[in-house]
């Protein structure tokens, strides 16, 4: 009898082990295929009017200043799996193994990954921690608010909640396409509510949530910066750099950012253009003249990175 008895104390302990502990944060990444308006300063305004929304808003790090990788949804779901921006992962010499770089992350801690595209069959009863991707193709800001609703009563107050879109309002490539919402959000006080304007795009999810879970990963072998510092106090402020766009197509256009300066050509046969997004934000002005050095330096950055 003690032996049988020692048998199911046995069975319950590991068990217990192998389960899902309390401590084992979750984080759903919430991806909007195609947000439904103008991503500006009055975005955040437009969210508020919503419930469910506004409480990530209120309550989360919102990045007003965020961009997406790509407009193209299976480019960007690439740039957040690798930590890369597209020259790379358009380039001849790219790895297809680096697919997989967020996967392997994740692998370290036994974390998971499962695809969603509703709250409504969200799984039950989970006993390894997990990576949800939840892809919404709500057209409006209302039912993306009833989703997020349904979303707050399934989630513990140790979760992690990242609400994006992979592509913005606008036509592919234009200003208002690559502009997106960002927020991070959590109930518990592993991230500091407050908003920050520093230039982000979908490549520094992957290092960024890593640095949240704590899991190892190369930060030499990918392109996007981890702003996990920016969760814990969102005035933070993260080092200057470029940011880089390439289509798919080959004569699509190709986009740099740095600060306040874009250089844009609109295919590979055309002359690249400069323009200073504070002064001109319709881009109307080529200041390229007036700014040689720049203008070389930025043509020469994408020549050693694509």
């Known amino acids: 009898m003690r032996w049988l008895s020692f048998f199911f104390i046995s069975i319950l302990f590991f068990q217990s082990c192998s389960d899902k502990t309390s401590s084992d944060p979750e984080v759903i990444l919430l991806l909007v295929e195609k947000w439904p308006t103008a991503w500006n300063e009055d975005g955040i305004k437009d969210l508020q009017v919503h419930p469910a929304l506004a409480q990530l808003t209120e309550n989360g790090v919102v990045f007003g200043n965020a ?10 779901v690439q740039a957040l799996n690798t930590g890369m921006h597209t020259g790379h992962l358009l380039s001849d010499g790219f790895d297809k193994k680096n697919l997989d770089n967020f996967k392997n992350a994740l692998a370290a801690k036994n974390y998971k990954i499962l695809e969603h595209t509703s709250v409504a069959n969200w799984p039950k009863n989970q006993k390894d921690p ?81 640095d949240f879970l704590t899991l190892p990963y190369s930060s030499s072998t990918i392109d996007g910066q981890s702003f996990y510092k920016n969760l814990k106090q969102p005035t933070t402020p993260l080092d200057d750099r470029i940011l880089y766009w390439k289509s798919t197509d080959e004569n699509g256009p190709e986009i740099l950012r740095y600060n306040q300066w874009k250089m844009y050509r609109q295919n590979s046969g055309s002359k690249w253009q400069l323009f200073d997004m504070i002064t001109d934000p319709e881009e109307t002005d080529n200041v390229s003249a007036y700014h040689p050095g720049k203008f070389e330096k930025f043509q020469e950055w994408i020549k050693k990175n694509k």
């Open 67 to 76: 961009f997406t990788s790509s407009p193209e949804s299976n480019l960007a």
């Open 130 to 210: 997990t990576i949800h991707v939840l892809k919404l193709s709500s057209n409006s800001l209302a039912k993306l608010n009833k989703e997020v609703t349904n979303l707050l009563t399934k989630v513990s107050p140790n979760d992690l909640i990242v609400f994006t879109a992979l592509a913005g309002s606008g036509t592919a490539y234009s200003e208002t396409s690559l502009h997106v919402p960002l927020v991070f959000y959590s109930a518990n006080d592993k991230i500091k509510k407050g908003a920050t304007n520093q230039a982000i795009y979908t490549a520094d999810l992957f290092p960024t949530i890593a």
